[in-house]
């Protein structure tokens, strides 16, 4: 009678543990098949639940080296925080590439009262430079998307891996292509006027995010072009310059680079300052210290202007520089440099503080702000890496770019033209506003001064 009752008790046990663990294990809510590209990441967010739930739905995720494959076949669990039905049910708004639904009309509801259909055709791949960077950029699109979801703005994005070697035609040819409402891409100027006259064709707005200057531009008023050429952002450069130094004195380092081709930016400033009646100096490196004082006003504010962006005749110069105020601290000199010289700031910076220097951008990278800071715990989150050691950084570059382009046509549908005010967007790096090319597209003027102020401190002027 005894060993029946510890029989029963030993039954009772067991089947009470394993009914305890069962409800502990996530309610299963439908099965899904991995696609080409699709991340723990996206299918989280394209059902609207945690990484964390869905890994705890497949344990086989919490093996080390785990990669998710296409055709994988994985279980999606109930979100946590919502009531669970027997039935199957797909997420209502989706945000990722892989979800398959019937393409609408754009034209059947506005584009600010319905989700906004994108398009990536970039190289999205690992096999060189090219495509390793513009999948970073592409993280950054997807969590842009993630960040304005929480504020009511949905999106449906589709991504191709439009590959340097491939024909951009042969993705056009999908039916999907053609009810996007915006396409960011492409990569490569060979690829810009396919893209163009189908955009034409089909109503959708082309945002092309890098180095391409194009004619169709000038043509096509559905571009929007990111892209500053180096002469239009000397002639942005120099109209800023004499804007805010007017009442300088200019002083020209010549720093005998025979590499350099900054002659362009300091032949068109000093064209510009003859043509205001502005008087200003030329000196050298390898000028005596007394005659390097002479070119130097004691009266007004300097401004210092080199003709290099190479890293051994700035560090020369910087060196000239704090020998003059050593021996005349009474003068008042300020640097005005190169986008260049932000790859030198680690090595740099007390003097870019010392000498209240001005760098000119279309972009800045401020790694020690909060908000770059979170951005970077986000991305490392997300996607278990860090983002590429460069400038700029191409995430951050997705993210800004999505938040502003997304936003405003959300805001004002197919009237978006990217003007300055529009969107109201503050960037982490990466200003945009866009002004109209005669009756063609759209071309972004944004550049900044990133400035660093003797208080040790750093600011950027947007303009």
């Known amino acids: ?51 964390q739930e869905l890994i705890n739905a497949n344990p086989v995720m919490n093996t ?6 296409k055709g994988d076949i994985i279980n999606i669990p109930w979100p946590a925080n919502q009531p669970q ?45 090219d495509g390793k960077r513009m999948i970073e950029y592409y993280r950054g699109i997807l969590m842009a998307c993630d960040s304005l979801r929480a504020n009511g703005i949905s999106t449906d994005i589709r991504a191709w891996n439009v590959a340097e070697d491939t024909d951009i035609r042969t993705f056009l040819e999908d039916p999907h292509a053609a009810d996007r409402d915006v396409i960011i891409g492409p990569l490569y100027s060979k690829m810009v006027k396919p893209l163009s006259d189908f955009a034409t064709a089909h109503d959708i707005k082309v945002f092309i995010p890098f180095s391409i200057n194009t004619h169709e531009t000038l043509v096509n008023r559905q571009i929007y072009q990111v892209y500053q050429t ?21 002083v020209f380092i010549d720093c005998n680079d025979t590499t350099s081709q900054k002659g362009i930016f300091t032949f068109g400033l000093r064209r510009r300052l003859e043509g205001n009646g502005i008087d200003y100096k030329i000196t050298n490196l390898t000028s005596s210290d007394a005659a390097f004082y002479k ?50 700031t680690r090595h740099q910076l007390e003097n870019f503080y010392k000498f209240d220097t001005y760098i000119p951008a279309t972009f800045h990278t401020d790694l020690q702000s909060p ?78 001064f990133i400035h660093y102020l003797p208080e040790r401190r750093t600011e950027t002027i947007t303009f």
């Open 1 to 51: 009678m005894k060993r029946l009752f510890r029989y029963v008790l030993l039954l009772t046990v067991m089947v009470f543990a394993a009914e305890t663990a069962l409800a502990q294990q996530p309610k299963i809510r439908l099965q899904h098949e991995v696609k080409r590209k699709e991340t723990i990441f996206g299918i989280s967010r394209m059902y609207e639940i945690t990484i």
């Open 64 to 69: 080390p080296g785990y990669e998710l494959k």
């Open 85 to 129: 039905s027997d039935e199957q049910s797909a997420p209502s708004k989706p945000s990722t590439t892989q979800i398959e639904m019937p393409a609408k009309p754009k034209d059947e509801v506005d584009i600010r009262q319905r989700e906004i259909r994108v398009g990536i055709m970039l190289p999205l791949h690992k096999i060189n430079g």
């Open 230 to 250: 180096q002469s239009e952002q000397n002639e942005s450069f120099i109209n800023h310059f004499m804007e805010r130094f007017s009442d300088t004195h200019p």
């Open 295 to 344: 070119s130097f006003s004691t009266t007004k504010p300097n401004m210092v202007i080199l003709n290099t962006g190479r890293s051994k005749e700035l560090t020369a110069a910087m060196a000239k520089l704090n020998g003059l105020r050593l021996n005349h601290p009474e003068l008042r000199i300020s640097v005005f440099g190169y986008t260049d010289w932000m790859l030198y």
């Open 371 to 448: 908000k770059t800071n979170r951005i970077q715990l986000k991305y490392r989150w997300n996607f278990h890496a860090d983002m590429m050691n460069t400038l700029p950084r191409f995430a951050i570059t997705g993210f800004d770019h999505a938040y502003f382009l997304f936003k405003g046509l959300h805001l004002y549908g197919k009237d978006f033209t990217g003007a300055s005010g529009m969107v109201g967007y503050s960037p982490i790096q990466t200003p945009l506003h866009f002004v109209r090319l005669g009756n063609g597209g759209l071309q972004n003027r944004s550049t900044v």
